[in-house]
T-cell receptor, first 115, second 117 residues
Framework: AQSVAQPEDQVNVAEGNPLTVKCTYSVSGNPYLFWYVQYPNRGLQFLLKYITGDNLVKGSYGFEAEFNKSQTSFHLKKPSALVSDSALYFCAVRKGAGGYNKLIFGAGTRLAVHP | GAVVSQHPSWVICKSGTSVKIECRSLDFQATTMFWYRQFPKQSLMLMATSNEGSKATYEQGVEKDKFLINHASLTLSTLTVTSAHPEDSSFYIC?????????????FGDGTRLSIL
């Protein structure tokens, strides 16, 4: 069965410091991996995805993520955090192509960036 | 970029009322749309997959007669919460994927907060 684990409920980081939000997955075959961000009382905004190719993918707002097949991980990173990055972050996996294939979400990680 | 519009954003109504939520893909066509429910401080729970021109596929434990889904066109899916009760109060979010793009992400609406008194 597909699953996604986000081991940290919350990540605290000082503004200007690098941040990492962790994600590991379990899925057979080649996964499609996604990161989304959610602000209070809003839907999810797409940040970036890994489908194939380079393991390091760059996305919106300066975020990037590294796909590591051997560790089945897809950690989200940013070199220098902003207070405005404070939000809820979700990692998600889909089993390959196919419009019907469902997204499986992690439990979410709350990022708090302190001035 | 792909935009999904969800309406209304906030509903407060009395117990027993039926509430309809609309989800529209504004600049792309979507044969498949998804409906989620999110409880406070929790992740998204997939309720059903909405398929244009056919019946929705409901996840285990979701009452299809309670949560009616209609996907009448390639840009519109609706979720109707029938005879809503306080336990149906939640944040409901829809999403859609653009047709023909296998690697496209799902794009989400801004959600509907439903409060049943």
């Amino acid at each position: 069965a597909q699953s996604v684990a986000q081991p940290e409920d919350q990540v605290n980081v000082a503004e200007g410091n690098p941040l990492t939000v962790k994600c590991t997955y379990s899925v057979s075959g080649n996964p499609y991996l996604f990161w989304y961000v959610q602000y209070p009382n809003r839907g999810l905004q797409f940040l970036l995805k890994y489908i194939t190719g380079d393991n390091l993918v760059k996305g919106s707002y300066g975020f990037e993520a590294e796909f590591n097949k051997s560790q089945t991980s897809f950690h989200l990173k940013k070199p220098s955090a902003l207070v405005s990055d404070s939000a809820l972050y979700f990692c998600a996996v889909r089993k390959g192509a196919g419009g019907y294939n469902k997204l499986i979400f992690g439990a979410g990680t709350r990022l708090a960036v302190h001035p | 970029g792909a935009v999904v519009s969800q309406h209304p954003s906030w509903v407060i109504c009395k117990s027993g009322t039926s509430v309809k939520i609309e989800c529209r893909s504004l600049d792309f066509q979507a044969t498949t749309m998804f409906w989620y429910r999110q409880f406070p401080k929790q992740s998204l729970m997939l309720m059903a997959t909405s398929n244009e021109g056919s019946k929705a596929t409901y996840e285990q434990g979701v009452e299809k007669d309670k949560f009616l889904i209609n996907h009448a066109s390639l840009t519109l899916s609706t979720l109707t919460v029938t005879s809503a009760h306080p336990e149906d109060s939640s944040f409901y979010i829809c999403s859609a994927r653009e047709n023909g793009l296998q690697s496209a992400p799902q794009h989400f609406g801004d959600g509907t907060r439903l409060s049943i008194l």
